[in-house]
């Protein structure tokens, strides 16, 4: 299979690893170079780790780094059977990037998006194509990481779904179907819990280690809320709580003013280096 990945960033490179380490050719679409330059070496890094733990072969890794193309324009890719976009979490950017990939991609292609908390129903109507839009939400780190979430859209049919289905588990990936509402499965839980965990942080009820800790050891979690939200981003839980808060009308999904406060002033997370936690470079 030939397969467009719409973003060089942290999903979409991760999903570019994922396809062509699977065998198929993929090409790797961005607006800037300097991000597919990123993107590619992040790839090698990733590959190059399991070189190390004996998972993969170096031949085997430049094999697949060998299958990825990149491009700057939707326009430059040609013979796609299947693209998936991978980029901000904006419904703006993804309405616009869909609107081309309908416009470039041949028919018949299914059109999925990673997107995290964006409607599937709202995305597909930026195209022609709806019954061949769907949500391929993977989970962070894309290579790691089991779970596929498979988003139907109020047009997406059962072929399409079906298809994503199959092609999620030949990736090795376990895919679950859900239907298309605010946040889907995994977000609608995870961001209120996050969500909590913050104003427990902006109340004074505890630090933020020992928040992470009570959730570690008492309720088994591999991380921490607040470690995960450092690595999620917390732009991006901002964004999709605002999403949740919007589309369900419940005040239980408001944001923590205290991440709003993070957010203006820049502090992130892993990716700039300060969060709940500061990360050296």
Request: hydrophobic fraction near 45%; include cysteine.
């Amino acid at each position: 299979m030939k397969a467009v990945v719409v973003g060089a960033g942290t999903m979409g490179n991760g999903i570019a690893q994922v396809f062509a380490t699977s065998g198929h050719e993929v090409a790797m679409v961005d607006v800037s170079a300097a991000a597919l330059e990123r993107g590619l070496g992040t790839i090698r890094a990733s590959l190059g780790r399991l070189v190390k733990k004996g998972s993969i072969t170096p031949e085997a890794v430049e094999a697949a780094v060998g299958r990825i193309r990149v491009a700057t324009t939707i326009g430059d890719v040609h013979g796609a059977e299947f693209a998936i976009e991978a980029a901000t979490e904006s419904p703006a950017l993804k309405f616009q990037l869909f609107q081309q990939l309908d416009a470039a991609m041949p028919a018949g292609v299914v059109l999925a998006t990673n997107t995290s908390s964006i409607s599937i129903t709202e995305i597909a109507a930026k195209t022609k194509r709806p019954e061949l839009v769907i949500g391929m939400h993977f989970m962070n780190p894309v290579p790691v990481m089991q779970l596929v979430e498979v988003i139907r859209g109020h047009a997406t049919s059962d072929a399409t779904t079906r298809s994503v289905m199959e092609l999620a588990s030949a990736l090795g990936k376990t895919p679950v179907e859900v239907n298309d509402y605010p946040g889907f499965v995994s977000n609608r839980v995870l961001m209120p819990m996050i969500n909590e965990a913050i104003f427990c942080v902006m109340e004074g009820v505890a630090a933020p280690e020992a928040i992470d800790t009570v959730m570690r050891l008492g309720m088994a979690h591999p991380m921490g809320p607040l470690t995960l939200a450092d690595l999620i981003g917390l732009d991006t839980c901002l964004a999709i709580l605002e999403v949740l808060h919007r589309g369900l009308g419940d005040d239980k999904y408001r944001p923590c003013p205290l991440l709003r406060r993070m957010v203006a002033a820049g502090q992130l997370g892993r990716k700039t280096g300060k969060g709940f936690y500061s990360y050296q470079p």
